[in-house]
């Protein structure tokens, strides 16, 4: 079974570049959730859409960041400019929303630098 | 000046010893928990889950405690294999608008199984 697809798996750049992480969440989940990672931070909450529209996007740092869902079964995270700080792994994870308790299956990650 | 990241607690166990792995949640609210492995490079795959309505859920080689009194949730893992060795996040969970579950999760646990 295809889990949650993120891509590119790695991905190094220049500060100030624009930043396009994806995400492809498994078929027929309808919530999608964007998470990072840092070694400072742990795992946070960035923002989480149900049935393609954005419910809480208040764990978006600063408004470099953006989030779109233009349809089920794909999402964008995008950092314009990007910045050293930004250096994280960036997690997808989706879940069954709307059957009870379900919980959040995560893709592999996108690691990126910001150089 | 110098970064100080989170420092992870580390559990050291020979195989085929049993791992508990302990986990204070902070929200009394909270009626839906995770467990989530870790593996390096990989992202948290789901392991087991609990309602605050039951006190124990087993699994395969797993099992998960819940003590409401005390906000504590315990992973344990019988026989552990060189496999395990991950690091393992609980979640704690509350519903949200619309339908599915924001987890918000702990520092997490690094297991190291020893031969």
């Known amino acids: 079974d295809a889990g949650v697809i993120q891509s590119p798996r790695h991905e190094v750049t220049e500060m100030g570049q624009e930043v396009t992480l994806r995400c492809k969440p498994i078929?027929?989940?309808?919530?999608l959730f964007w998470y990072r990672q840092t070694m400072m931070r742990g795992l946070e909450l960035l923002i989480y859409?149900?049935?393609?529209?954005?419910?809480?996007d208040s764990g978006m740092p600063e408004d470099r960041f953006s989030a779109k869902m233009p349809n089920a079964s794909f999402s964008t995270l995008k950092i314009q400019p990007s910045e050293p700080r930004d250096s994280a792994v960036y997690f997808c994870?989706?879940?069954?929303?709307?059957?009870?308790?379900?919980?959040?299956?995560f893709g592999d990650g996108t690691r990126l630098s910001i150089l | 000046g110098e970064s100080v990241g989170l420092h992870l607690p580390t559990l050291s166990v020979q195989e085929g010893d049993n791992s508990i792995i302990n986990c204070a949640y902070s929200?009394?609210?909270?009626?839906?928990f995770i467990w989530y492995k870790q593996e390096s490079g990989k992202g948290p795959q789901f392991i087991i889950d609990?309602?605050?309505?039951?006190d124990k859920r087993q699994g395969q080689r797993v099992t998960v405690l819940l003590n409401k009194t005390v906000k504590h949730l315990s992973l344990q893992i019988a026989a552990t294999q060189p496999g395990d060795s991950a690091v393992y996040f609980c979640?704690?969970?509350?519903?949200?608008?619309?339908?599915?579950?924001?987890?918000?999760f702990g520092t997490g646990t690094q297991l190291k199984v020893e031969l």
């Open positions: 994870a989706s879940s069954l929303a709307m059957v009870g308790d379900q919980p959040q299956h």
């Open positions: 078929s027929g989940h309808n919530s």
């Open positions: 859409f149900n049935n393609n529209v954005p419910i809480d």
């Open positions: 929200n009394s609210a909270s009626d839906y």
């Open positions: 609990i309602r605050s309505n039951m």
């Open positions: 979640a704690e969970s509350g519903r949200v608008t619309g339908g599915g579950n924001k987890l918000t």
